[in-house]
């Protein structure tokens, strides 16, 4: 090599050297807080212990001062009671169908304000991209997205009274024949409705059967009232499938007061053949010591429809008053946590499938090979693998009902109604009205 | 002249003399009490008259803060309201059967902290111990024990070769589980004021009821009773506005349900309120448990009080 041509190839080598050690530099530059003031996180519980970790990881690695705690109890109508007092808190959870009515409260940032915009929205799956959009705007950045209402089996007493997978249904329909089959076979409790007592229980039962049903309760668009009175639309096909199972004396009273972790644990303690579940305890069921069917749990896979809706949690900013230096601060922990970390990974979003297995909205999170090896590892038989994933892509949103500023106002009054209709032995046509009303009153309220 | 001066000086220094009017009983508990009506007037007046405010308007959060005036409109509206009837029953048989099972349950803790028992401080901590347990907390705890999946019940069904467990949270039974948690956390502050009732009865009294050959129940009945009738009558005030008033413990237990069925006036308001953000309807609703609260310890005084406070 002659000596000119040893300088160009090392001072070459070493302006590429210095390019990507300086961009690694800038990135950790970026997302290094710079105000000194506190930046205030607040989110529901759940793995509280990995959440206090990674925020300590990024208080150490940032030198950030990241403030985190929970909110116990009723949590939509706490953190809005907190937004509306303008309570000090700049990063939350929540689901879509709260950020929606936040935002149109002015309380949110939307996450287009994130230096990394693009690059987010290139990352997203379209799906909860559009799930996740309100108004043109991206509420937040993902925290789980999965499938609520998966149906789950217990294969050991599946199989234990002569089912086998010929007999898995393929539809809603099928799943209330097959609920009665296995009743006649002697099994005392076959199936585990999404009736619990949580505010995301009895309600999302309904829309999300509905939904699979093919229904949509309100145009996505315009939010009017769809729902059908016809004996062979969705809406009137699931109330009257409820209406006989409640009647037929299967469900215990108690399941209506389960919070989630009753609802889980009943399916984990082996009482039940299926249940529309979250896609992600899945793993839960298959844990050993932590459930009576661990190892015995596997899906139903998509048939006819999808199974479920997508259930999601955000981290969202909020737009509270705050100096611009915090602001900045805000935007850079939310990115960081949210999205990339000072190394370039989504770190956090992997975290969670490793110590949960939440899905993530990010495409490089669930086409990862630890992503697979994670599934993999908590299913029960390989097939289940593909199953998961073409229930997962294939999740339908309750756009209508979800993407609007009403929606935490339908869904108590959803699930009171509900309630009462089984309860009170309630008229289908006349619950169904009800519920066109209500679309109807809240529309009007809001101008809609 | 010098007597004239004298006097005159008498005269003159005779008004600073003359005693000053000592300030009245009346306007002395007055001043005594400005700060703390000061005090009152702004953490209990001005939520209040907001509640009034809050109670005559629509307020409508989103798309901009409105509040538009409606009259009586809330306070109307409510009665036509069925969940709002349905919860006033509940209210009320979870008053009467919380008041009753507290009453019952602290004059029996009374009675047995009364008696010379060994290790006496020790039951009386233990006893005393509920409580100091929060009442949330105490609804997750009687939550657990009382469900089916995981209740206590269900385990003595099972240990003895049950296959079916025990749910108390059905509809039938909720409100008379929600009581006795109710009753379990209210009953020893009951139990410590009965003792020391208890405890000014004199001896001899008790000396000749034994002279006289009665029973124990007939000496619980005209020798300890009597004496701490007022003292009942004051906690079945105090267990009436509390059970009346009573929130976390349902929230946390039962969310109202199943159905609507535990849905206490306390809860509908808060639904109301913070769920379908209709704070006018929600103050309205609130100012009727205002005055059933009122109402319900008015009465107790006209038929128990007026007697045993003479």
Not at chain 2, 138 to 153: C, D, E, K, N, Y
Request: proline fraction near 4%; aromatic fraction near 14%.
């Amino acid at each position: 090599m002659k000596r000119r041509e040893f300088g160009l190839l090392a001072g070459t080598a070493g302006l590429a050297l210095m390019s990507g050690a300086g961009r690694v530099l800038a990135q950790d530059m970026d997302l290094k807080p710079t105000s000194g003031e506190t930046v205030y996180f607040r989110g529901w519980n759940f793995r509280t212990d990995v959440v206090q970790a990674n925020v300590a990881r990024y208080n150490e690695a940032m030198d950030g001062k990241v403030d985190y705690a929970t909110v116990t109890g009723d949590y939509p109508a706490l953190m809005e009671q907190n937004l509306m007092a303008s309570a000090e808190l700049d990063m939350f959870y929540a689901n879509p169908s709260s950020a929606c009515r936040y935002f149109d409260a002015g309380w949110v940032l939307p996450a287009n304000e994130l230096p990394a915009y693009a690059e987010i929205e290139a990352e997203l799956y379209p799906n909860l991209k559009d799930a996740w959009t309100y108004k043109g705007k991206l509420l937040g950045l993902s925290y789980f997205a999965s499938t609520r209402g998966t149906m789950v089996v217990n294969r050991k007493l599946f199989e234990e009274y002569g089912f086998t997978d010929a007999d898995l249904p393929k539809n809603w329909d099928e799943v209330y024949d097959l609920i009665y089959r296995m009743k006649d076979k002697g099994i005392e409790t076959p199936f585990l409705p999404h009736w619990f007592g949580e505010w995301f229980g009895i309600s999302w039962g309904f829309v999300l059967e509905v939904i699979n049903r093919g229904g949509t309760i309100a145009d996505a668009e315009t939010h009017q009232p769809t729902i059908t009175t016809d004996e062979d639309g969705p809406y009137y096909k699931t109330l009257a499938a409820w209406k006989k199972l409640w009647q037929s004396g299967m469900i215990a009273q108690e399941v209506f007061t389960f919070n989630e972790g009753g609802y889980i644990d009943a399916f984990a303690s082996g009482r039940y053949v299926m249940s529309p579940q979250q896609i992600y305890d899945i793993e839960t069921f298959n844990r050993p010591g932590r459930s009576q069917i661990a190892g015995s749990c596997s899906l139903v896979p998509m048939g006819d429809h999808p199974w479920g809706i997508i259930d999601s949690g955000l981290y969202v900013m909020s737009n509270r008053e705050r100096s611009e230096a915090l602001t900045d601060d805000v935007k850079k922990f939310v990115s960081w946590y949210g999205f990339k970390d000072q190394d370039g990974k989504i770190a956090i979003a992997q975290n969670w499938m490793q110590e949960n297995m939440l899905f993530s909205g990010y495409k490089s999170v669930m086409e990862s090979p630890e992503t697979a090896e994670r599934i993999k590892k908590a299913i029960m038989r390989p097939e289940d693998y593909d199953a998961i994933l073409k229930i997962y892509q294939n999740t339908p949103f309750p756009k209508g009902i979800w993407s609007v500023v009403w929606s935490e106002e339908f869904n108590p009054f959803l699930k009171e109604t509900l309630s009462s209709f089984l309860f009170d032995d309630g008229d289908i046509v006349e619950t169904l009205e009800a519920m066109t009303a209500k679309i109807e009153e809240l529309n009007g309220k809001y101008g809609i | 002249m010098a007597v004239g001066s004298a006097g005159q000086a008498i005269q003159a220094s005779t008004p600073s003399r003359k005693p000053r009017r000592e300030m009245s009983d009346t306007r002395f508990a007055f001043l005594i009490g400005l700060p703390v009506l000061v005090f009152l007037m702004l953490v209990v007046a001005y939520p209040l008259g907001y509640a009034i405010y809050m109670s005559l308007h629509q307020i409508v959060f989103f798309g901009g803060y409105r509040a538009n005036f409606v009259g009586l409109k809330n306070f109307i509206d409510v009665w036509s309201d069925k969940s709002f009837i349905n919860a006033i029953w509940i209210t009320l048989r979870f008053t009467v059967e919380s008041v009753v099972l507290t009453m019952i349950l602290g004059l029996c803790l009374a009675s047995i902290m009364n008696q010379r028992i060994r290790m006496a401080g020790l039951v009386r901590t233990l006893l005393f111990l509920p409580w100091c347990v929060s009442s949330y907390a105490a609804g997750l705890m009687f939550g657990q024990l009382v469900r089916g999946q995981t209740g206590i019940l269900t385990t003595i069904s099972f240990t003895f070769g049950g296959t079916q467990g025990v749910d108390l949270m059905g509809r039938a039974t909720v409100v008379e589980v929600l009581a006795v948690a109710n009753a379990w956390l209210m009953a020893p502050l009951v139990a410590f004021f009965l003792l020391a009732n208890m405890k000014t009865i004199p001896k001899r009294l008790y000396d000749l009821a034994a002279i006289d050959r009665l029973t124990a129940w007939e000496t619980f009945r005209y020798v300890t009773l009597p004496p701490l009738q007022f003292t009942l009558f004051v906690f079945a005030s105090i267990t009436t506005v509390l059970s009346m008033k009573m929130f976390d413990m349902i929230l946390i237990m039962t969310g109202g349900g199943p159905g609507t069925a535990s849905a206490t006036l306390t809860y509908q308001i808060y639904k109301r309120s913070f769920k379908d953000l209709n704070l006018g309807y929600g103050a309205a609703m609130s100012f009727y448990l205002l005055f059933f609260i009122l109402g319900a310890t008015f009465l107790i005084y006209l038929v128990w009080g007026r007697r045993v406070s003479r």
